[in-house]
T-cell receptor, first 112, second 113 residues
Framework: QKEVEQNSGPLSVPEGAIASLNCTYS??????FFWYRQYSGKSPELIMF????GDKEDGRFTAQLNKASQYVSLLIRDSQPSDSATYLC????????????FGTGTRLKVLA | NAGVTQTPKFRILKIGQSMTLQCAQD?????MYWYRQDPGMGLKLIYY???????DKGEVPNGYNVSRSTTEDFPLRLELAAPSQTSVYFC????????????FGDGTRLSIL
């Protein structure tokens, strides 16, 4: 059973702080890794994706990937109350077709 | 630019009834997916399609059926609705390449009473 694991939270951080969200995955053949943000009652929206080891930055967001440790993280700098949401980690599998396994998500609360 | 469109947004069914959830995308994506999301849980794959005429089961296919007659449309059929199928259903599409993300519709909130 291929799995993606996330701490369900809630992760509470004060406004302006750095929020660190973590995700581990079990399939060593996984190719790409995605972070989605989901507000309550809404559909997931893509924040960013990464497929090479190291860091990838996009504005206040940084994704970090370590394939040897099977670990991917999302850092949110200067956290804002509007960042309060559930963050879903998704991994694309390499079984001949492009399927994605989602974690259960980490709920982030940014306190004003 | 519509993206992925799902209808209806909300629906209440009685146990044993049937219905079809509609999904359409205008991005010419080959891959389409149906997920369900239960409260506090992640997304579970029900069925997916890699192109017109080709569908396959995901993690939780029991109680559902799909068809893909065109690139644009991927309806999900519920036969003999059961309370366990109460959930939020999301349709998504992608280009079917390793580094391409999925694009989601707004979801259908379905209650079986």
């Amino acid at each position: 059973q291929k799995e993606v694991e996330q701490n369900s939270g809630p992760l509470s951080v004060p406004e302006g702080a750095i929020a660190s969200l973590n995700c581990t995955y079990s399939d060593r053949g996984s190719q790409s890794f995605f972070w989605y943000r989901q507000y309550s009652g809404k559909s997931p929206e893509l924040i960013m994706f990464i497929y090479s080891n190291g860091d990838k930055e996009d504005g206040r967001f940084t994704a970090q990937l370590n394939k040897a440790s099977q670990y991917v993280s999302l850092l949110i700098r200067d956290s804002q109350p509007s960042d309060s949401a559930t963050y879903l980690c998704a991994v694309s599998l390499t079984s001949g077709t492009y399927k994605y396994i989602f974690g259960t998500g980490t709920r982030l609360k940014v306190l004003a | 630019n519509a993206g992925v469109t799902q209808t209806p947004k909300f629906r209440i069914l009685k146990i044993g009834q049937s219905m079809t959830l509609q999904c359409a995308q205008d991005m010419n994506h080959n891959y389409m997916y149906w997920y369900r999301q239960d409260p506090g849980m992640g997304l579970k794959l029900i069925y997916y399609s890699v192109g017109a005429g080709i569908t396959d089961k995901g993690e939780v296919p029991n109680g559902y059926n799909v068809s893909r007659s065109t690139t644009e449309d991927f309806p999900l059929r519920l036969e003999l609705a059961a309370p366990s199928q109460t959930s939020v259903y999301f349709c998504a599409s992608s280009r079917g390449q390793a580094v391409q993300p999925q694009h989601f519709g707004d979801g259908t909130r379905l209650s079986i009473l």
